[in-house]
């Protein structure tokens, strides 16, 4: 499999392509700057590239920018994109007095990629800690993964179990992104308060 990294030179997506990388996946990060991106790759032994060369002729592309950009930047590469999947990890969340609050009242940032895409576009991975996606062995959590085609969410599935010691679960359709980014916001106000790195993790599977 080939995968994109969008924003692959930022902690969360350097986390992914390294993990990955060592799976066995075919990884280019990309950056607006393709000389900090072949930088960036040389380290981890994958290659970079532009935003707008490393999302041509993959299987998949991760759009792993910061939250406050992802709806940009799918809007600017649209037309690189064409029919290909695309998995968002944004989540749209609001820091006041010391608490962390979802950052919308409806629809949630995957939504909106999908409005701006020809291809699908998936859900998943908010809640995994950029800090310990660059440390060694598996995380301790499930991930969870929306979206409405079952080819390219089998596929992000899969690409997920290779981070995680738990499992990766098929989250439902898109619409279910707003209840993925929402629990992020609780996930990471827990992890403010207790000074812990809590993750997610559903009960009830048996072994």
Not at 99 to 107: H, I, N
Not at 168 to 178: E, K, Q
């Amino acid at each position: 499999m080939k995968v994109a990294v969008v924003g692959g030179t930022g902690a969360f997506g350097r986390g992914l392509a390294a993990r990955w990388r060592e799976a066995g996946v075919e990884i280019t990060i990309g950056s607006r700057d393709a000389a900090r991106a072949r930088e960036r790759a040389a380290v981890l032994g994958v290659s970079g590239a532009t935003n707008r060369e490393a999302v041509r002729d993959v299987d998949l592309v991760v759009l792993a920018v910061q939250s406050s950009a992802a709806i940009d930047t799918a809007r600017e590469l649209a037309p690189s994109l064409g029919a290909t999947p695309v998995l968002c990890v944004a989540s749209d969340l609001r820091f006041e007095h010391g608490a962390v609050f979802p950052g919308r009242s409806a629809g949630s940032i995957a939504e909106d990629v999908a409005a701006l895409v020809a291809g699908p576009v998936l859900s998943g991975f908010q809640a995994l800690p950029a800090a310990q996606l660059a440390q060694a062995g598996l995380l301790d959590e499930d991930v969870l993964v929306c979206g409405d085609d079952a080819d390219s969410k089998q596929n992000v599935l899969d690409l997920g179990q290779h981070l995680v010691s738990g499992r990766a679960i098929d989250a439902g359709p898109l619409a279910n992104s707003r209840a993925l980014e929402g629990i992020t916001a609780v996930i990471v106000h827990v992890n403010r308060k207790y000074q812990v790195v809590a993750g997610l993790k559903l009960t009830g599977f048996g072994d």
